[in-house]
């Protein structure tokens, strides 16, 4: 059974930075892996997505400019940089992985791998 590990979330002021990693725990095929973002009584939300091979990544233009996803496929594990932090990014931040094939999904039912989640907050 594949493990996703996320870590280095935490308590952070507006305008900081920070990065959360994902470690599999065994090596496995997937297409991508994806962060996804739910607030409190929200909606799961799509943050940024890297296919595993490749390294092409997408991030919506809520977090464009903002937050990077990586990989490092020596560690298997996941990266998301997150830079110019606001109080509405705070939330359990996801990561996610896909062995399905094709365009990058933004639906989260498309990720058959879950982590546990980390905790982001953002306040001053």
């Known amino acids: 059974q594949v493990q996703l590990v996320e870590s280095g979330g935490g308590l952070v002021q507006p305008g900081d930075s920070l990065k959360l990693s994902c470690a599999a725990s065994?090596?496995?095929?997937?297409?991508?892996m994806a962060w996804f973002r739910q607030a409190p009584g929200k909606a799961r939300e799509f943050v940024a997505a890297?296919?595993?091979?490749?390294?092409?990544?997408y991030h919506p233009d809520s977090v464009k400019g903002r937050f990077a996803i990586s990989r490092d496929k020596a560690k298997n594990s996941v990266y998301l940089q997150m830079n110019s932090l606001r109080p509405e990014d705070t939330a359990v931040y996801f990561c996610?992985?896909?062995?399905?094939?094709?365009?990058?999904?933004?639906?989260?039912?498309?990720?058959?791998?879950w982590g546990q989640g980390t905790q982001v907050t953002v306040s001053s």
């Open positions: 065994d090596a496995f095929s997937r297409y991508a």
């Open positions: 890297i296919t595993w091979n490749y390294g092409s990544t």
């Open positions: 996610a992985a896909t062995t399905r094939v094709g365009p990058i999904s933004l639906d989260r039912a498309a990720y058959e791998y």
